[in-house]
């Protein structure tokens, strides 16, 4: 009997023996089948989370943000205690404890998925599995991707310590709201550092890993509220808060960013205009679109905080000023349906799901509305973000008398009609300029015009501002750097460059005088924009009243090669076609080339490479680009001799002589105290530049520069097309650069143009280009920089090889007036021609 108990006892001991042994091999086969493949754990060890590139202003100032998910990575060692005891509390309270995986978390989801059926299925998971499903793994509810989780999480356990595999969960995980990893999202939800948070708040955060769509803040408040107590419950047990702190915090309302209770972290940030976008389409060519949007850049902009409203300010005023003049109302061309109408909550709603643009600031800014009746008293309107006005928000009648609507059938409608019920408009306040107080509401509308802005430092190349259009939210394509267009005569300079390097002198002449040129789309007869010839006239004149048949004449006897190469070596162009047109502007460039090669006009001939990045560090605050490659070894020592300033050595390359640079500096001086500029251009300090305006006003320049600044315009439109009689550079891109430079020399200065060594001032007569005498006065008379030693034969007349037709007006006869006399520098008497059209704003077209 006490044999067979035994035999009995053990056959069942050797079934269980052998039952666990095979349970123990059908698992040791399955975590060997399914461990063999896996992706390395090792990798982990040196990851780095995809993170927010940031720009901040010269000044240190947070101007924009890019990412593909926003996150700020925050270090273990940088993450509150109470962040971290409010994640393991709602996600796994044994975390410090166990080896990657917890059987008895498994466990009970096991019998809870038998128990219901298969209709309550959690995942148990800890906090390593989860890193390891964010990382490694796909995120899909099958044994197979739950084996591997265990298996790997076994691995990085022996791999990595428990808070670097906390940082990588913290820095990971999606919280919502396009916010990933805690320190994102605690700006996100609450504006705030992760230190600043309090308990409830930190439970909040860790009430989202479970499902963020599900406990959305302000949708689904109530269940987030529930949830987020839980969590506090949970700390409290874990004792991690005391017992008061938890009844304390679980009676705090639910507040975030979105249910109204903070100002969002987006309020600090202006809003993405022209330059903060440049800079991410130069460096995501630079560095890679990839690691630009999730290698955690921090980026130094060039951009000057005061002068960029002001640059943009500057050019708006002048679009703004031409849309207005052509009298044509357009209006935003949205409409609310009848039914969006019906009260205000909805129209709000409806007004605020437009894309109408909302970043324009001139005077006041500019704000979307609806209008909601239209009667006597003009249009009564729905504005949003502004309150409804006891009576109504009202534009009167008289704001809409300054333009008619253009109907269906191409023509102009009535004056005064302008907008109907549910027509979307932008209104702005008009208010006093005296104390500021409201006046009245007015349409505004974005002008069809477009144009571009440049600013920046002569020295270092610092582009200090930059606005590429009216407004970015209206159309993102940058005027100032992708636009290209025509420069017209404000490419003129380069010629004479040319020929000032080439051994002209501001006193040479050259003919003014008719050309015909065979071209194989027929014959060219370009004229000046006055219609008129001038015969002999000096260089300097020939610049300052922009004059075209010089300025060809001239490109002929220097050579378009040399011009081009000149135009080059500047980077105007990568490759000018040699055809004469070319020397008066008909080949397309940029904005920002044309200032950055001013620019080296305006520092004596010294390149400057344009930027608009000072530094750029990595994610660990490692400089991976700077832009300034000046030495200077005396800033490094910690003490300087009284009233020694600090050497700073440039190694940039020289592309002009200095005298030349000179010699055009105050040539182009010329252009603006008696020249194409002089009527718009009107600074406190010395001021040089040059006009240009293209065939049939297309495209109208002004590009200038002091001794600190330089900065450039153009206006046009996007699908080139006339400006109408009168356009010009001088009068229409001559008011945005005053209104800019104005600004700007109060705060950067400005001096006299410095002579460089080598020069040597002689007086000639601007008109004859006659040498005078020492003593020599007169608004005719002017020093002009000659090299020194060099021989200077006053007199020689310059044609390019083009023979002057017999039917030439005499050079007294021009303009009807008479000639003068005059007395040399020998003494002897001369006859000069008289003054002839200084009075006309040139266009320099290509005519």
């Known amino acids: ?118 209709r309550d299925v959690r995942g148990a998971s800890t906090i390593t599995q989860q890193v390891m499903k964010n990382f490694l793994l796909s995120g899909d509810r099958r044994a197979e991707r739950k084996i591997k989780e265990i298996i790997l999480a076994a691995r990085v356990e022996e791999a990595l310590d428990k808070e670097k595999i906390l940082e990588l969960y913290m820095n990971e995980i999606f919280l919502g709201q396009n916010s ?53 419950r949970e700390m409290s047990e874990n004792g991690y808060i005391t017992e008061a702190v938890y009844m304390q915090e679980r009676e705090q309302p639910l507040r975030s960013v979105q249910n109204g209770d903070f100002e969002s972290f987006k309020a600090d940030l202006p809003p993405r205009d022209y330059f903060s ?134 023509k102009l409608g009535p004056k005064g009609k302008l907008v109907e019920v549910g027509e979307v408009v932008l209104v702005r306040r008009m208010v006093a300029d005296a104390d500021g107080s409201f006046i009245r509401w007015t349409l505004r509308q974005v002008p069809q015009v477009q144009g571009g802005f440049v600013a920046m430092d002569v020295n270092t190349g610092r582009v200090i501002a930059m606005q590429g259009g009216f407004s970015y939210q209206a159309s993102v394509f940058n005027r100032a750097t992708q636009a290209k267009r025509q420069p017209g005569s404000s490419f003129k300079p380069f010629v004479f ?29 370009p004229k000046n924009a006055s219609k008129r010839y001038y015969g002999p006239t000096p260089l300097r004149t020939g610049i300052e009243q922009s004059r075209n048949l010089m300025t060809i004449r001239l490109a002929q006897e220097v050579g378009m090669n040399v011009v081009g190469d000149y135009a080059e070596r500047f980077g105007v162009y990568e490759n000018l076609s040699p055809v004469l047109a070319n020397a008066l502007g008909s080949q397309e460039t940029t904005l920002y080339q ?28 490692r400089t991976v680009y700077k832009h300034d490659k ?49 009527k718009t251009v009107n600074l406190s300090v010395p001021a040089a530049g040059k006009t240009g305006t293209t065939n049939d006003a297309k495209d109208v320049w002004f590009v200038g520069f002091t001794s600190n600044i330089v900065a450039g315009c153009y206006i046009g439109y996007d699908q080139p097309r006339s400006l109408g009689r009168g356009a010009s550079g001088g009068g229409m891109c001559g008011p945005v650069f005053q209104r800019f430079m104005s600004k700007a020399v109060k705060k950067y200065g400005g001096g006299k143009f410095s002579a460089p060594e080598g020069c040597e001032f002689i007086k000639i007569d601007r008109f004859t280009g006659a040498r005078l005498g020492a003593n020599a006065k007169g608004k005719n008379v002017v020093s002009e920089c000659f090299r020194e030693g060099e021989f200077i034969n006053f007199g020689v007349t310059f044609d390019g090889g083009f023979a002057m037709g017999a039917d030439l007006p005499l050079v007294e006869e021009v303009g009807g007036s008479k000639a003068k006399e005059v007395t040399t520098s020998t003494g002897k008497k001369a006859i000069v021609g008289p003054k002839a059209g200084f009075g006309t704003l040139s266009s320099g077209g290509l005519y």
């Not at 009997?1 to 123990?24: E, K, N, Q, Y």
């Not at 910690?638 to 050595?649: F, K, Q, S």
Request: hydrophobic letters at 40%; glycine letters at 8%.
């Open 630 to 678: 000046r030495v200077c070894d005396d800033c490094k020592q910690p003490t300087l001799e009284a009233g020694r300033r600090p050497r700073v050595v440039s190694n940039r390359e020289r592309v002009m002589d200095p005298v030349t640079a000179y010699q055009l500096t105050s040539m182009m001086k010329g252009v603006v105290d008696r020249g194409t500029a002089r």
């Open 1 to 118: 009997m006490f044999r067979m108990i035994l035999s009995f006892f053990g056959g069942i001991f050797t079934t269980l023996t052998m039952s666990i042994g095979m349970v123990a091999l059908t698992i040791g086969a399955i975590f060997w089948m399914y461990g063999r493949d896996l992706p390395s754990h090792e990798s982990l060890a040196s990851y780095t989370p995809p993170t927010i590139s940031r720009i901040y202003s010269g000044q240190g100032r947070l101007i924009d943000e890019f990412a593909k998910e926003r996150r700020l990575f925050a270090p273990a060692d940088t993450i509150p205690d109470l962040i971290k005891q409010a994640f393991i509390s709602a996600e796994d309270k044994n975390f410090y404890d166990h080896d990657g995986y917890d059987l008895r978390g498994i466990g009970a989801a096991a019998v809870d998925a038998v128990r219901s059926r298969g």
């Open 497 to 525: 460059a040319a020929a000032l390097d080439s051994g002209y002198s501001p006193a040479t002449i050259v003919v003014d005088a008719p050309i015909e040129i065979n071209t194989p789309q027929g014959v060219w007869r």
């Open 277 to 410: 976008d440049e800079i991410r389409r130069q460096l995501s060519e630079d560095f890679g679109e990839g690691e630009f949007f999730t290698g955690g850049l921090t980026v130094r902009a060039t951009i000057d905080n005061e002068m960029q409203p002001i640059a943009a300010d500057a050019l708006r005023r002048q679009l703004e000023q031409y849309d207005r003049s052509q009298g044509v109302w357009r209006g935003t061309r949205e409409t609310l349906p009848p039914e969006a109408l019906v009260d205000e909550a909805t129209w709000r709603e409806a007004l605020s799901n437009l894309r109408v643009p909302r970043d324009i600031f001139l005077e006041t800014q500019w704000f979307p509305a609806v209008v909601l009746e239209v009667g006597d008293k003009g249009a009564r309107l729905g504005i949003e973000s502004v309150e409804n006005a006891q009576g109504g928000n009202w534009v009167p009648p008289k704001d809409m008398a300054w333009a008619r609507k253009r109907l269906s059938d191409g």
């Open 180 to 232: 990933y990893g805690v320190a994102a999202a605690s700006q996100t939800y609450f504006n705030k550092t992760l230190s600043e948070l309090a308990p409830h708040e930190a439970a909040m955060l860790a009430s989202l890993p479970k499902a963020p769509s599900d406990f959305h803040p302000v949708r689904r408040k109530d269940r987030l509220l529930a949830r987020r107590n839980f969590v506090l």
């Open 594 to 621: 044309m200032v950055a090669a001013y620019a080296m006009f305006a520092n004596g001939g010294e390149r400057v490479e344009p930027t608009l990045v000072d530094r750029v560090q990595d994610r660990y605050g």
